[in-house]
């Protein structure tokens, strides 16, 4: 079964600057997905990326699937970012179930 | 644009008290889901259904039983609920992927705050 590793847990950061958040897993997949949780509990999708790299507006999220590692970047932070980020991964190759990264919980000062 | 409803967003319930949390997605989606999230636990997958009547166990089934009886609705049943049952119970629902094909994104309901006396 998968295993998801996140970093950092946590990440306070000043408005403005570049924000990098990590996620290894160790079973090879096909696609990962990064997941932004506000306080207040919902949960919605921002990237599911195979390969490569994916831009959404200041999100950029990237891929090494050879090395089982990807990074979600925020460009010129806004405290409006403030959130918890998971990364999730298919349990195992081919499947529909997810496992989740514990999450960062990153805190943007103005 | 997908919608999952839950039933509460807060429920307050005795220890021993039969629960059921629903949850109901619009979008036609084959795959449901149940996960509780408990601070530095994560999201933890309870039960999935890949379709009517159909389920299979995740990792915590352990107390807690599933129904889906028509395609849209998928509820959750804590038989006799515990203090240890006390969290956050999040539903989401997922198109059919195929078999080994990559998996699909998962749209999330707001949650339900559950706290058992």
């Known amino acids: 079964k998968n295993e998801v590793e996140q970093s950092p847990q946590n990440l306070t950061a000043q408005e403005g600057e570049f924000i990098t958040i990590n996620c290894s897993y160790s079973?090879?997949?096909?696609?990962l997905h990064w997941l932004q949780q506000h306080p207040g509990g919902g949960i919605v999708s921002l990237f599911m990326?195979?390969?490569g790299k994916k831009k959404h507006g200041r999100l950029i999220a990237t891929i090494n699937i050879q090395e089982k590692h990807s990074s979600l970047h925020i460009t010129a932070s806004h405290p409006r970012d403030s959130a918890v980020y998971i990364c999730a991964v298919p349990t195992y190759q081919g499947a529909q179930k997810l496992v989740f990264g514990q999450g960062t919980r990153l805190t943007i000062n103005p | 644009d997908v919608k999952v409803t839950q039933s509460s967003r807060y429920l307050v319930k005795r220890t021993g008290e039969k629960v059921f949390l629903e949850c109901v997605q619009d979008?036609?989606?084959?795959?449901m889901f149940w996960y509780r999230q408990d601070p530095g636990l994560g999201l933890r997958l309870i039960y999935f259904?890949?379709?009517?009547?159909?389920?299979e166990k995740g990792d915590i089934p352990e107390g807690y039983s599933v129904s889906r009886e028509k395609k849209e609705r998928f509820s959750l049943i804590l038989e006799s609920a515990s203090t240890n049952q006390t969290s956050m119970y999040l539903c989401?629902?997922?198109?059919?992927?195929?078999?080994?094909?990559?998996?699909?994104?998962?749209?999330f309901g707001p949650g339900t705050r559950l706290l058992v006396l």
């Open positions: 079973v090879g997949i096909s696609a």
């Open positions: 979008m036609d989606h084959e795959n």
């Open positions: 990326l195979s390969s």
């Open positions: 989401a629902s997922s198109p059919w992927g195929l078999a080994g094909g990559p998996s699909k994104t998962q749209y």
């Open positions: 259904s890949y379709d009517v009547k159909m389920k």
